[in-house]
């Protein structure tokens, strides 16, 4: 039987159809607001567990690395350096890890429904704004409690934030991709966050580094967008700036892995029905 009907990818060479979004915007809020419910569902804390997770790894990275091992942190109370740094990587390991495994567990709608396949790891990045929002309060606590003044790089903080959330949704959908044709990604994301963060200056500050490795540390895109945090949040008390080089860096890089991640979607995507 001849079909009247192939539904079928559009052509472009980017997963970015912009006519395609708009015309599924009601599907993407309720996958967004799907997931924010199933993060919580029969939970007895609920989204207290938001707070508590950079909460308990900033207690025990001050008790480890601020008190024990004496790790410095450019003249800022350790636990407002930890936190600062803990808050945009909480939400940027999250969204990883949710949404590369994204696909996978939707593959019930996958394969019964066509829709743009780029709007499942796209709603799990947003859902977990929601996280970030939650812990930014417990971030506004300790700096009124460590009475840390704000100064104009406060100003920042938006475009930290769509740049966390762009990387995020760059790597996280290049994995979803990944993920429904090698199912060992599953395993891999976990170590890859480890790794990542260790090689993030979260627990130590960039200063400690030798200035002759600083220009390698910088290629992590995240080593200035946790930097651009840190000063946007609390330059007010040791009087740094935004290190623009950095920052830059973080931006380009950025830029990359979306591009090539929407890319190797787009190639992709097609087969998604068939394997996932």
């Not at 290629?219 to 623009?244: D, K, Q």
């Given at each position: ?45 609920g989204a207290a567990w938001a707070i ?225």
């Amino acid at each position: 039987m001849v079909p009247h009907l192939v539904i079928e990818p559009n052509r472009s060479r980017l997963a970015f159809d912009l006519r395609d979004l708009w015309r599924y915007r009601e599907l993407f809020y309720f996958l967004t607001w799907r997931d924010i419910k199933v993060r919580y569902k029969q939970t007895a804390l609920g989204a207290a567990w938001a707070i508590m997770q950079p909460l308990f790894n900033m207690l025990i990275f001050t008790l480890l690395f601020g008190k024990l091992a004496g790790l410095p942190s450019d003249n800022i109370p350790y636990p407002l350096f930890a936190f600062a740094g803990l808050l945009p990587w909480t939400f940027f390991s999250n969204a990883i890890g949710n949404s590369g495994n994204s696909l996978v567990g939707s593959s019930h709608l996958i394969t019964k429904v066509y829709f743009p396949r780029l709007i499942i790891p796209a709603a799990s990045v947003l859902a977990g704004l929601v996280d970030f929002f939650f812990a930014f309060l417990v971030m506004a606590v300790l700096m009124v409690i460590y009475k840390v003044p704000l100064g104009v790089n406060i100003l920042l903080l938006p475009l930290l934030i769509f740049l966390t959330t762009l990387l995020a949704f760059g790597v996280g959908m290049w994995l979803s991709a990944l993920n429904v044709r090698f199912r060992d990604i599953r395993y891999v994301i976990p170590f890859l966050i480890q790794f990542w963060m260790y090689a993030t200056p979260i627990i130590y500050p960039v200063s400690m580094m030798p200035e002759r490795y600083r220009p390698y540390l910088a290629i992590n895109p995240m080593t200035g967008v946790i930097e651009g945090y840190r000063v946007a949040l609390l330059g007010g008390v040791n009087g740094a700036s935004i290190n623009w080089q950095s920052l830059g860096v973080s931006i380009a890089i950025a830029l990359v892995v979306l591009v090539y991640a929407s890319y190797d979607f787009r190639r992709m995507e097609k087969t998604f029905a068939d394997i996932v």
